[in-house]
């Protein structure tokens, strides 16, 4: 298995444009992971999917962040409209749910840049 | 508010000596805890593990040591290599599968 496909891995944008980050877990995996990673937070969990269903979005900043998981092969981060302060690195992570101690496969992220 | 603690951003250590990572946590619900290590340009990567039954896993150079009572785990590393120079997460896993992560300790190891 190629493990978790993050695309892109780079992204530079303008303040105000819309900015889409796509994953794509790893085959056989139900649970899917957004996280964002900053100097001050470290990992910040964003949103998490078991079974593409969203189980807990409250780490999603606001309403300019929005997640789907429309099957189990893909997911997909949105941020509209985007700001300087979106600027980080944002990880997706697969796991196999109910298995104890699996633990989660990251991407290798997409570092986003707002200008 | 965070669950998971790394309260040392940093650590030096001397090629061939012990290393040793911390890692406090608040919720005693968790049932796994991990160690993921992270390089420049990369996603992290899974290092080692211990359920929450037990107080002891090892690995090779790397034992992780859980004190529930405490609620710490600390990762050693005996001997620290260069190669080990990274950022170390540790994470905690809820029984619903979700993982919290501490904000991570750049272990740099001097040759």
């Known amino acids: 298995d190629a493990g978790v496909i993050q695309s892109p891995r780079h992204e530079v944008t303008e303040m105000g444009q819309e900015v889409t980050l796509r994953c794509k877990p790893i085959s056989g995996h139900n649970s899917l992971f957004w996280y964002r990673q900053t100097m001050m937070r470290g990992l910040e969990l964003l949103i998490y999917f078991n079974n593409n269903v969203p189980i807990d979005d409250s780490g999603m900043p606001e309403d300019r962040f929005s997640a789907k998981m429309p099957n189990a092969s893909f997911s997909t981060l949105k941020i509209q409209p985007s700001e300087p302060r979106d600027s980080a690195v944002y990880f997706c992570a697969s796991s196999l749910r109910g298995q104890a101690g699996t633990e989660a496969f990251f991407g290798q992220g997409t570092r986003l840049t707002v200008v | 508010d965070q669950q998971v603690k790394q309260n040392s951003p940093s650590l030096s250590v001397q090629e061939g000596r012990i290393s040793i990572l911390n890692c406090d946590y608040t919720?005693?619900?968790?049932?796994?805890f991990l160690w993921y290590k992270k390089y420049p340009a990369e996603g992290p990567t899974f290092l080692i593990s211990?359920?929450?039954?037990?107080d002891k896993n090892e690995d090779g150079r790397f034992t992780v040591f859980l004190n529930k009572s405490a609620k710490h785990l600390s990762l050693h590393i005996v001997p620290s290599q260069p190669g080990d120079s990274a950022v170390y997460f540790c994470a905690a896993k809820d029984t619903g599968n979700q993982f919290y992560f501490g904000t991570g300790t750049s272990l740099t190891v001097i040759p």
């Open positions: 919720n005693s619900m968790f049932d796994y």
């Open positions: 211990i359920s929450s039954i037990k």
